[in-house]
């Protein structure tokens, strides 16, 4: 049963159909990877081993989804078993309305396009300016009152 597992969202749909009357009590997700462009914090792969956990993971159980933190702690610090961890916890439905108001976010064509646009738009800022700078030099060395002599 655990094998057919392998996302979150087929753990969070596992967890909402079931409740507690399975032997099957929490998972341990990872963030999936994705490249660096892309942000999607809702995506989790199932960890199957306490080993394959990485420093930031997630435990999905049937109250809810338990998000573990532990490099907000000190920088530089290794956490130990017996330190205090920061976590933040979100009940099922919560975690789901969450996931699905972002994933149709990001589908509109604005949110979609959103970075590109913004860098577009400092690249055209940036070249205006210098547009700007430059016409503002010609025109102070052409101006006849601007010539030392005069």
Known sequence: MMIK???GEQAISFFA???????IKFL???RAAV???LFRP???TVAFDEKELR??????SAQGVVHICPEKTVPGKKVSKFDNVPTEFFSLSDWMQQSTMF???TSMKYFKHY???KVFGLWKGNVRFKMYNRTRQNLANSLIYARPAF
Not at 17 to 23: E, F, I, V
Not at 55 to 60: C, G, Q, R, W
């Open 5 to 7: 597992i392998l996302s």
């Open 17 to 23: 159909q079931h409740g507690n009357a399975t032997p």
């Open 28 to 30: 341990n997700c990872n």
């Open 35 to 37: 490249p660096p462009q």
């Open 42 to 44: 809702y995506d989790l």
């Open 55 to 60: 420093d930031e993971y997630f435990t999905i």
């Open 103 to 105: 994933n149709v976010l």
């Open 115 to 117: 970075l590109i646009g």
